[in-house]
């Protein structure tokens, strides 16, 4: 047998697996979409907008501000761990920083849900420490509680992710702006983001399309409107049994993350060009 | 990896940079720590409600509650188990020999090939789980076990297949040569020669695709629920019934293999693997 056929027949079951549980239902969700009562249209789209338009401006906001905040700690813990001038704070923050990375966003929904409650451990830690009154204390269980489990559970991904290529660079640059004055500050914005910028945005992408995906943190944490399109879809389908409707919010989240790819796919090619 | 360019000793101002760092990292370890011992404490909480800022009574009543024939834990727990191992052998039967061929026969498209697994885990999946739901009812594949592992399966492939080929990259083709030259068939070469190379690889990309199917949630609760009940789908009817002690037993649950596992992955990956996935 030629090798070619032997190895195309030796991949194509785990191929057809990705096709047939993967890309077909991906294909039967935008066609879905534009059915209505078995002809194609666009009642789908207006129905989704009289009743989401919020929920999908919503989506962008927090998905958005989460992705903003997510780059700003990641660079900052990176910046740290590649710059730091004390090896024990350094090493502090190496083993610090990734804890979060390896529990289940299921996990991370239920825990900051109980931290971050009125009565959580969160708030009854600063009254007791005189920090806030029991009248000043207000429950996070609403976007901001999306947003700060969003950040908890991604900045260590892209962190590493970061911290690896900044270690990666080289350090003579660095030395150099060093050795003329530059402060760590502009060290870091400067010469060090720059030359790090692809793969913190790879990461920042990822985590993008993670999160617009995500359906037990908004389920969890804040199920009242409005919500994450995520727990739109679920209670489409479950609640009234509209796929219709469904996988027009769906098509609408996958353009939304299609879009943050074509940024990105934008960018790179400028920076080959 | 850097080393202090000011020498602690020479500037005295040094120690006082300990008071804003202290405070950056207790804050971060509240922050990160906070939450996880919270959950702990809600494991052997008996009693606590509001104002009390920690638990009144102690107690593993609750545990008891779980691990009880009917408290359904243990029925999550073994289905959540079957379903991981199940999707980890179907993964890895499918994987291995796409793996192979990745890294060893010269294949047509390769880099789309190896991209296609990723498309999983590159898309918003909640819709393709709404259709496959769909799909999964017509064929009564719904609510049962084996179509929640091919759901796991399909997301897990990314790990399984990557780092499959990884692993065989990394191996030197000239041992597999040798067994053959001394009269193995292709075969038995691969199983007796580049199968237990790979192993160490293997075994990593396993715990990998364990864990997917252990954490997953959106896949588990449109075609296995109410009929399979998965450990995450316990965690989260229990927490929306305010049951927090259960939901603290069950999240613990799921915490426990995740950080365990993580810890042998670095192990078993080691950076001749690693360097090569993706490639």
């Known amino acids: ?273 | 990896m850097t080393a202090a360019h000011i020498p602690a000793a020479r500037n005295p101002l040094a120690a006082l940079w300990w008071v804003p760092r202290g405070i950056i990292f207790g804050l971060m370890a509240f922050f990160i720590f906070g939450p996880l011992f919270n959950l702990l404490l809600w494991t052997v909480a008996e009693k606590w409600y509001f104002p009390y800022s920690l638990p009144l009574e102690y107690g593993f009543s609750s545990w008891a509650k779980v691990f009880a024939p009917r408290g359904g834990a243990m029925e999550s727990l073994t289905n959540s188990l079957i379903v991981a191992l199940l999707t980890v052998v179907v993964s890895l039967l499918l994987a291995i020999p796409a793996g192979y061929a990745l890294a060893r026969l010269k294949l047509p498209f390769r880099g789309l090939i190896l991209l296609a697994f990723l498309i999983p885990q590159a898309f918003p999946n909640l819709t393709v789980y709404v259709n496959i739901a769909r799909i999964f009812y017509e064929i009564r594949l719904n609510g049962t076990i084996p179509g929640v592992v091919l759901v796991h399966v399909s997301h897990g492939l990314v790990y399984a297949v990557w780092i499959a080929t990884a692993a065989f990259s990394a191996i030197d083709a000239e041992l597999e040569q040798a067994a053959r030259n001394i009269g193995a068939g292709a075969f038995r070469a691969f199983l007796d020669v580049t199968l237990p190379l790979a192993a160490p690889g293997l075994m990593a990309s396993a715990i990998f695709v364990f864990l997917e199917s252990l954490d997953e949630f959106t896949g588990s609760y449109f075609v296995g629920a109410p009929d399979v009940n998965m450990l995450p789908l316990l965690l989260y009817t229990t927490a929306a019934g305010g049951n927090y002690q259960i939901a603290s037993i069950t999240a613990l649950l799921l915490l426990v293999p995740s950080l365990v596992f993580m810890l042998i992955v670095e192990r078993f990956l080691k950076a001749d693997v690693l360097s090569r996935v993706g490639h």
Not at chain 1, 24 to 30: D, K, Q, R, V
Not at chain 1, 135 to 152: E, K, Y
């Open chain 1, 1 to 273: 047998m030629p090798k070619r056929l032997l190895g195309l027949l030796l991949v194509l079951p785990a191929l057809a697996v990705i096709a047939f549980l993967f890309i077909l239902p991906l294909i039967m969700s935008a066609v879905g979409a534009f059915q209505v009562e078995g002809a194609f249209g666009w009642g789908n789209f207006t129905k989704t907008f009289d009743l989401y338009t919020k929920d999908i401006v919503f989506t962008v906001v927090i998905v958005s501000l989460s992705t903003v905040l997510i780059g700003i700690a990641s660079v900052a813990i990176g910046g740290y761990l590649t710059l730091g001038e004390h090896p024990v704070a350094v090493a502090i923050l190496r083993w610090l920083y990734r804890w979060p990375m390896f529990i289940p966003f299921i996990v991370v929904g239920q825990i900051l849900r109980t931290f971050l409650s009125k009565n959580g451990m969160m708030n009854n830690t600063f009254i007791n420490l005189g920090l806030l009154t029991p009248l000043d204390a207000v429950s996070f269980l609403d976007w901001r509680g999306i947003v700060i489990a969003f950040v908890w559970k991604q900045t260590p991904f892209v962190a590493l992710l970061v911290a690896g290529a900044m270690a990666s660079i080289n350090r003579d640059t660095i030395e150099a702006a060093r050795n003329l004055g530059a402060s760590r500050l502009r060290l870091l914005l400067e010469i060090v983001v720059p030359q790090v910028a692809m793969t913190l945005t790879v990461g920042l992408i990822l985590s993008f399309v993670t999160m617009m995906s995500v359906l037990s943190v908004p389920l969890m944490i804040n199920a009242q409107s409005p919500t994450m399109l995520t727990a739109d879809i679920a209670f489409r389908v479950n609640s009234y049994g509209d796929y219709g409707v469904a996988n027009a919010l769906g098509l609408i989240s996958l353009v939304l993350a299609a879009s943050v790819a074509w940024i990105y796919l934008r960018a790179s090619l400028k920076e080959r060009a």
